[in-house]
């Protein structure tokens, strides 16, 4: 039997784990590996038919459960309630309640709100350097769960406290003090949930959480838990894909030096498919086998632990023609970075929805943004994400590209939204509304409204 050791919160595997994949990926379909103490599929072969192999599951078998921890009595609640960790037929008649709530239709319908908030987002840009992963990357998804949910946006620090320390109990660096933090936020996250999803039995809205209320199935309901543990992956699972994608992909993209055609209507898809191949957010899910199973040359006991390791089939070159090279106009291929089979990520479609309209706007609205510090990533194995992402944009750049085009159409020196950026109203001189529009000023002599013109003249 092949087995590797890698520590997973080694600096330099953390920063690139690429390579000790293409090692472990070249010994056997199936390599024990040692500091997991589990079997590991690396290949892109071995991943896809495990996902697919209803032999192996989320659940943990009945005769490895153990008490919980008195610690961890709010968080396990939540895990043993969430669809994530269910399987059929209770796993068919969560998903099966939760996707009457969550259709795709709905999450289609999202494309101009998602739109407008990443408009607003950059609007409030600041100048010089700033960290894009603050500023943009992490609001975009979580403003957009708390209005599908319907919670307040201003509660949406919050979310992002209770997401980030409840996910951290599934990274390699889990200690007791990441524990008790998890704990706290499942409990504090789950009392809200509760308490809000009262109010709506009492006075529905139309917002996500009322729908799943509603949602029946053979005269089935979600319970109060269920509906908990559902509104709680949804936020954890959608904000860890987007967030990461989105600044996984704004890097690789300004590393690669990728022509910025490929954000394009007819060409988006495939480079988002590609941000998610190429450097997906989770790199590892596992699965418990089921029965005494023989497959890949491996023999499986009951309650064993396998590893399949998403990022590491997404470089297979049994599968791609240069796995290393980032190549957004390749044919879209299926890969594993949402998984497959039973547990494909419910949340998938709007992750791709949201990181496809947040980089077309991004880089339409700054097509300038420059990493002004090489990006690091955060010890937060099996996640794969950045610490920060520190850019900038030249607006200067983007004003002397725009002025000259809009200055010649509108006869104007320049226009801006209530001159809000440079603090004071100009004097208004021919006045005229458009759709998008608030007033039309001339303004002289104020830079910073010149940063506001060419933000406009991107957008008509």
Not at 194 to 213: C, G, K
Not at 263 to 289: G, K, Q, S
């Amino acid at each position: 039997m092949a087995s590797v050791r890698q520590s997973p919160t080694d600096p330099v595997f953390v920063q690139n784990p690429y390579p000790f994949y293409a090692r472990a990926r070249s010994m056997a379909p199936l390599v024990q590996w040692d500091d997991y103490g589990m079997m590991a599929a690396f290949g892109h072969e071995a991943v896809h038919a495990l996902l697919r192999d209803r032999r192996f599951g989320r659940e943990k078998p009945v005769e490895l459960r153990r008490p919980v921890p008195a610690h961890l009595t709010a968080f396990d609640t939540v895990e043993r309630h969430s669809l994530l960790n269910a399987e059929p037929p209770r796993h068919t008649r969560l998903r099966g309640l939760v996707l009457r709530a969550f259709t795709s239709r709905r999450i289609t319908g999202l494309g101009p709100e998602i739109r407008t908030l990443c408009h607003q987002l950059i609007d409030a840009f600041p100048t010089g350097s700033f960290d894009l992963l603050d500023a943009y990357c992490s609001r975009i998804p979580v403003l957009i769960i708390a209005r599908l949910l319907g919670v307040p946006e201003e509660m949406w620090r919050d979310l992002l406290r209770w997401s980030h320390d409840m996910v951290a109990m599934y990274q390699a660096r889990r200690t007791r003090v990441v524990e008790n933090a998890a704990n706290q936020s499942a409990d504090d996250f789950s009392a809200f949930l509760r308490e809000y999803t009262n109010q709506r039995r009492a006075s529905p809205r139309d917002d996500l959480i009322t729908q799943l209320i509603a949602a029946e199935e053979k005269s089935d309901k979600l319970s109060t838990d269920e509906l908990i543990g559902t509104c709680i992956l949804l936020l954890n699972a959608g904000h860890e894909a987007t967030v990461h994608g989105l600044g996984n992909g704004v890097k690789t993209l300004r590393e690669t030096g990728t022509d910025l055609a490929c954000l394009t209507p007819d060409r988006i898809d495939a480079t988002v498919e590609e941000i998610l191949r190429f450097d997906p957010p989770l790199h590892m899910f596992t699965r418990y086998a089921y029965d005494n199973i023989e497959i890949f040359g491996h023999r499986f006991n009951r309650g064993d632990e396998v590893a399949l390791m998403l990022a590491a089939a997404n470089r297979d070159p049994e599968a791609w023609d240069n796995p290393d090279r980032f190549d957004p106009t390749s044919p879209i291929k299926t890969n594993a970075s949402f998984g497959a089979g039973l547990h494909f990520c419910v949340g998938a479609s709007l992750a791709r929805l949201e990181i496809a309209i947040g980089l077309a706007v991004l880089f339409e609205r700054c097509s300038n943004l420059h990493l002004t510090t090489p990006p690091q990533y955060s010890d937060t194995y099996h996640f794969h994400g950045l610490t920060r992402l520190m850019v900038a944009v030249d607006w200067s750049l983007t004003i002397a590209k725009s002025k000259k085009k809009y200055e010649n159409r509108f006869n104007l020196h320049c226009v801006c939204w209530d001159c809000r950026w440079c603090g004071n109203l100009c004097q208004q001189k021919n006045s005229w509304r458009m759709p998008g529009m608030i007033r039309v000023h001339e303004v002289q002599n104020r830079p910073n409204c010149w940063r506001v013109f060419s933000i406009w003249c991107a957008e008509y």
